[in-house]
């Protein structure tokens, strides 16, 4: 089995953050496993490129995972990639490079690195980053007050999660009671999209600014 596997980072917002790496290895792969084909075949007509895509996200069945197996056992090769940024990193695909690591070891897997609105939303925060927590989305139900003073005790700093629009107000709600006001937030909003906002101050003002319109779209929350 000579078949490779590339794990591909696409943009997080700007459809011009795509590597030329990353470009050349869409163009290149015999198929695209996109956790949704319908964002992808956006950037894809971006870029000019046609290629076969398969649906992979979370909710693969047992079924695709062998006949991706297979359709690289034939010397085929993949590109995988999520919704925006880089898979594996709070998205679909761990399970995936797992499956083929313990089947088949011998198949290639491959990191075409790019955008990741980790990343991005420490660069521009003021923080210092030698060190940080990356925490993905706060639960949605069960054991969100457990996450929060876990993340209170936490000696490495900063924490970085994702959020929502859905949940952003709950969960910067369940912050201020654990972590208690005055405390120093960063909120980055629609890294590289026409609305991104980089905005910093105390967990109790973070609210306030971000309600009605403000709310939405997707953001990373850092916690100091």
Not at 76 to 84: G, L, P, R, S
């Amino acid at each position: 089995m000579n078949g490779k596997l590339y794990v591909v980072a696409t943009p997080i917002g700007n459809l011009n953050d795509v590597s030329d790496r990353g470009k050349e290895t869409l163009s290149r792969v015999d198929l695209i496993l996109a956790e949704d084909t319908r964002v992808t075949k956006k950037l894809l007509n971006h870029l000019g490129i046609k290629k076969p895509m398969w649906r992979y996200d979370e909710y693969a069945k047992d079924d695709l995972y062998e006949r991706i197996l297979e359709f690289l056992g034939a010397g085929k090769e993949i590109a995988m990639v999520t919704d925006a940024g880089t898979p594996n990193i709070a998205d679909p695909g761990s399970k995936l490079v797992s499956f083929i690591r313990e089947r088949v070891p011998q198949i290639k897997i491959i990191p075409v690195p790019g955008p990741s609105a980790i990343t991005a939303a420490l660069s521009v925060s003021g923080l210092n980053a030698n060190n940080f927590v990356f925490v993905g989305y706060p639960p949605h139900k069960k054991g969100r007050q457990t996450f929060f003073k876990k993340i209170k005790e936490m000696e490495i700093r900063p924490v970085i999660m994702y959020e929502s629009p859905h949940r952003l107000q709950k969960t910067l709600g369940d912050m201020e009671k654990i972590c208690g006001l005055g405390h120093p937030i960063v909120i980055a909003k629609e890294l590289t999209k026409v609305h991104e906002e980089i905005w910093s101050g105390v967990i109790e003002e973070a609210g306030k600014h971000f309600g009605g319109d403000r709310g939405k779209g997707e953001f990373v929350i850092i916690i100091p």
